[in-house]
T-cell receptor, first 112, second 112 residues
Framework: LAKTTQPISMDSYEGQEVNITCSHN???????ITWYQQFPSQGPRFIIQ???TKVTNEVASLFIPADRKSSTLSLPRVSLSDTAVYYC?????????????FGPGTRLSVLP | DSGVTQTPKHLITATGQRVTLRCSPR?????VYWYQQSLDQGLQFLIQ???????AKGNILERFSAQQFPDLHSELNLSSLELGDSALYFC???????????FGDGTRLSIL
């Protein structure tokens, strides 16, 4: 069962790039890595998903090294509205009985 | 709006009671997931269903049970409630196994 660790909190300023790293040392071959954003009193919202190397969409990039034991979510030019908790999720794509393990979450505070 | 609907939004009950939480997935999504989020435990995966069948099981107590019906909505039943069961319960859905999960806004359960 892949256990994940993340920094508890991070501070940044508007317009800066923010990188949040998640460690998942015992990730399994079938596991994908997914990042979510959560605001207070709301459900987590999907940001990006990847298996290896680099993935980019309109809001973020996800970097996964060859050994896949960590992943880094990169948010370009953050704004105040990006203040939220960010979770990485390591989960299997189809193996019966596997678990979905969320990291402890990183509380990102974006300052003006 | 994720398209996932959870009812009720809030539920207050007493120890020893039984409650049922309901989830309607996004249109077209076959897979449903249940999570518990408490202050000291973070997001904990409980159980997953795919097209009516149980697909994966996480840290779900024996006092808890779930099912997915032919119309794909799902219910989470919590019985013999204890104070420690007070938490936010989230439902998520995805098109298929391994696809990004889309979360509802949760049911806040308070045990008095």
């Amino acid at each position: 069962l892949a256990k994940t660790t993340q920094p508890i909190s991070m501070d940044s300023y508007e317009g800066q790039e923010v990188n949040i790293t998640c460690s998942h040392n015992n990730i399994a071959t079938n596991d994908y890595i997914t990042w979510y954003q959560q605001f207070p009193s709301q459900g987590p919202r999907f940001i990006i998903q990847g298996y290896k190397t680099k993935v980019t969409n309109e809001v973020a990039s996800l970097f996964i090294p060859a050994d896949r034991k960590s992943s880094t979510l990169s948010l370009p030019r953050v704004s105040l509205s990006d203040t939220a908790v960010y979770y990485c999720l390591v989960g299997d794509i189809g193996y019966y009985g596997q678990n979905f393990v969320f990291g402890p979450g990183t509380r990102l505070s974006v300052l003006p | 709006d994720s398209g996932v609907t959870q009812t009720p939004k809030h539920l207050i009950t007493a120890t020893g009671q039984r409650v049922t939480l309901r989830c309607s997935p996004r249109s077209g999504d076959l897979s449903v997931y249940w999570y518990q989020q408490s202050l000291d435990q973070g997001l904990q995966f409980l159980i997953q269903y795919y097209n009516g069948e149980e697909r994966a099981k996480g840290n779900i107590l024996e006092r808890f049970s779930a099912q997915q019906f032919p119309d794909l909505h799902s219910e989470l039943n919590l019985s013999s409630l204890e104070l420690g069961d007070s938490a936010l319960y989230f439902c998520a859905s995805s098109v298929d196994i391994g696809q990004p999960q889309h979360f509802g806004d949760g049911t806040r359960l308070s045990i008095l």
